[in-house]
């Protein structure tokens, strides 16, 4: 009888400490679980500021800092250079200071790659022309894809002021890639050559 009385304990104290284990492991699961959402939440809400910060910064202007240095490269540079000439352009002060600028105002929201192309293609568009007009951006909205997580689609107004004229308003929408955490992979504008047109002629 003593003996049965022992090994009920025993078996009592087995089965609490197992309780102890499992509702410990159900807090683990729960904990990782919440970290877990709190990281991807905190993810897709740094991938949107990126994308809404590029967008800002390419359709607010013109870069008045960009035109300058454009500017300053442009007059050192001729259309007769050979090749060894305008490789030493491409090392001078000027030209480094406008690439400078370029890397220090998009680089940061990209992947290498992505800057590459967006730096040769897309980059201060807004700002090249010599026209007077004031750009702005309004109404940014973001959303992610529910099955494709990396990508975004979004849409925005540019409003086009010019010197004289009345103020437009354009509608804008487009997609970005983010495989890395506030680090486009690509990122595509649509309808932009209305507005090109209105700012270069």
Not at 55 to 71: A, C, H, S, T, V
Not at 193 to 199: G, P
């Amino acid at each position: 009888m003593a003996i049965l009385t022992k090994n009920k304990r025993i078996i009592g104290l087995l089965l609490v400490f197992v309780s102890f284990l499992l509702i410990a492991g159900c807090s683990g699961n729960g904990e990782a679980k919440k970290v877990e959402t709190e990281k991807t939440m905190g993810s897709v809400e740094k991938d949107k500021a990126t994308i809404q910060a590029v967008i800002e910064k390419q359709f607010n202007g013109p870069d008045k800092k960009y035109r300058e240095l454009w500017k300053a490269a442009m007059e050192t540079q001729t259309g007769d250079m050979d090749e060894e000439q305008y490789n030493a352009w491409l090392s001078s002060s000027e030209y480094e200071a406008l690439i400078d600028y370029m890397s220090d105002t998009y680089a940061s929201y990209f992947t290498e790659n992505a800057y590459d192309t967006f730096k040769n293609t897309d980059a201060f568009m807004y700002s090249l022309s010599d026209h007077e007009y004031k750009l702005s951006t309004a109404n940014i909205k973001i959303t992610q894809n529910e099955i494709e997580k990396t990508l975004y689609t979004f849409t925005f107004q540019v409003l086009f002021e010019p010197e004289t004229g009345e103020l437009e308003t354009f509608n804008f929408d487009g997609e970005a890639i983010v495989p890395t955490a506030g680090k486009i992979g690509k990122i595509q504008f649509n309808n932009q050559q209305t507005l090109l047109e209105k700012i270069t002629y």
